[in-house]
């Protein structure tokens, strides 16, 4: 049988022939070719393998639209973090599986391979199968995927839902379970047919208000977003929320590694050191539960990936409380299992905060760089840096004290507990629960005379960077963090030596969590 052009075209076509393409005819068109060649030819260029078209899909977008896609807020789920997702997606309830924001289909692809070739046949069949994206070319190339990998008859029974899925005209199938990796943009004005609740008002973030959509339809869900729901004063109506449903989260910082690692062609986020710190929501629903559960920020190394992202070994992070909010406590707190105890001590212990003993005019004068990015550190009187915290006091024994906790362990440790992003703001350090009153006399001496010691070598430990202008801080060895730790914990009556704040500085899972 004699070829016709569109095959000849598509027989030895190449990166080089399809980055003219899109030069030329845009991507849409040139996809549109794509699919259609790919899902009606009985043989194949190697070329247009399932796997290859996703990323020829993001090599398209680096040449056409590169800043659209980016104010867009996509980051494409890596394969195994996917892998992830779909291992928690199939413990969960619901006979329909609906991929929202399935872009070129990575999670969705994901699933169906964990549930299994004969498993996966079946809900494509039986029309089970639900793909909603707002960007048709994406949805498509998801499609023409799965038809290329499970067969092309299931063309009519996968529901392809190109939308918005926020507007109210468009709903979730019954019975379903959710998989999503939702855009991470902030929008300026909802559109008219968004349902203007509490969360999409004060948010004004996509993620946020995907993951209300999903909470409120589905019966179950796995979602990967940026994980500042967990602590924002603007997210509280979520996770307000979120306290009638269960399940857990997994939280995981953007330093040293980051879990949407750059991609080959740079369209999205290959600065890994800015990227967007992450977390994976399971909601399970189970019965008679209310509450999640929540790892530490979990900080990685590279090398550690491969071994970190299974799914026993995250579980193994997370806390056995399951949290929920109130006015009185309204963030989720990212405490280490190791620490649990510790936590509860310094909760009970403490009876005021840090803001209840600094002045307007005291002559006690502490600042603390508000960047900490493994460690916090306190100098008498200002430092030659932009962003710090000042804190003035009238009594002196107490600005001793505060200058320990402040460059012990447990100041830092509340910020990784609530927060843990780029910087630490002063609400949130003069939060800082404080247990001052249960000192002895010994005790308030200990302090004095290692604030004093400390404060007398200083400037031996201080450290500059001038890549923003001069950038002093001050990084004491960490035998002066540690022997204050040990006081602290004393005070606390907690059995447990100055090591177990190890992890919390780490900037390696693994190596804490499995030794």
């Known amino acids: 049988m004699e070829q016709s052009a569109g095959e000849k075209k598509y027989e030895f076509y190449n990166l080089d022939r399809y980055m003219a393409d ?46 659209a896609k980016k104010a867009s807020g996509q980051y494409y789920t890596p394969d195994d973090v996917a892998a992830v997702m779909s291992k928690w997606l199939l413990a969960q309830r619901g006979d329909n599986v609906a991929d929202v924001a399935c872009g070129t289909g990575n999670l969705i692809l994901a699933y169906l391979d964990a549930v299994g070739r004969r498993e996966a046949t079946k809900l494509l069949g039986e029309g089970k199968i639900y793909l909603y994206d707002s960007d048709e070319t994406a949805l498509n190339i998801c499609k023409t995927r799965l038809l290329l990998k499970y067969g092309r008859r299931y063309g009519q029974t996968v529901h392809a839902v190109c939308c918005d899925f926020l507007s109210e005209e468009v709903a979730l199938p019954p019975n379903c379970k959710a998989i999503a990796n939702p855009p991470y943009a902030t929008v300026s004005a909802l559109r008219s047919d968004w349902e203007k609740t509490e969360v999409a008002v004060q948010t004004k973030e996509l993620y946020a208000m995907f993951m209300e959509k999903i909470l409120a339809q589905s019966e179950s869900a796995v979602t990967i977003t940026p994980y500042s729901f967990l602590g924002g004063q603007k997210f509280y109506p979520l996770r307000r929320l979120m306290n009638a449903h269960s399940g857990f989260i997994v939280a995981f910082d953007n330093v040293p590694g980051n879990i949407f690692c750059g991609r080959k062609h740079g369209v999205f986020n290959t600065n890994t050191a800015n990227s967007v710190r992450a977390a994976i929501t399971v909601v399970e629903n189970g019965a008679g539960q209310s509450g999640f559960r929540v790892t530490p920020l979990i900080r990685f190394k590279n090398e550690e990936r491969g071994r970190l992202l299974q799914n026993d070994v995250l579980e193994g992070f997370l806390g056995e409380n399951r949290q929920t909010v109130s006015s009185a406590s309204p963030m989720y707190c990212k405490c280490q299992r190791q620490l649990a105890a510790v936590w509860e001590a310094w909760q009970a212990h403490s009876r005021h905060r840090l803001g209840e003993y600094v002045t307007a005019r005291g002559e006690y004068v502490l600042s603390m760089p508000s960047t900490c990015r493994y460690f916090t550190s306190a100098a008498v009187g200002k430092m030659n840096r932009n962003g710090q915290i000042t804190l003035q006091f009238e009594d002196e024994d107490v600005y001793f004290y505060v200058y320990c906790m402040l460059n012990s362990s447990f100041a830092y440790w509340y910020w990784r507990l609530f927060d843990g992003g780029i910087t630490y703001s002063k609400r949130l350090l003069l939060d800082l629960p404080m247990f001052y009153e249960e000192l002895t006399a010994a005790d308030r001496q200990f302090f004095r005379e290692t604030a004093q010691e400390m404060m007398a070598c200083a400037s031996k430990y201080v450290t500059t960077k001038n890549n923003v202008g001069a950038q002093e801080n001050i990084k004491f060895p960490k035998a002066f963090r540690d022997k204050i730790n040990k006081k602290l914990l004393s005070v606390l009556n907690v059995e447990a030596d100055e090591g177990v704040f190890d992890s919390v500085h780490s900037n390696m899972a693994l190596k804490i969590h499995l030794s």
């Open 22 to 67: 899109v030069l030329q005819y845009g991507l849409q068109k040139t996809w549109e070719g794509i699919n259609t060649h790919v899902l009606g030819s009985a043989t194949q260029n190697n070329f247009f393998a399932p796997e290859n078209l996703a990323e020829l899909y993001e090599i398209g977008l680096a040449a056409q639209d590169k800043a």
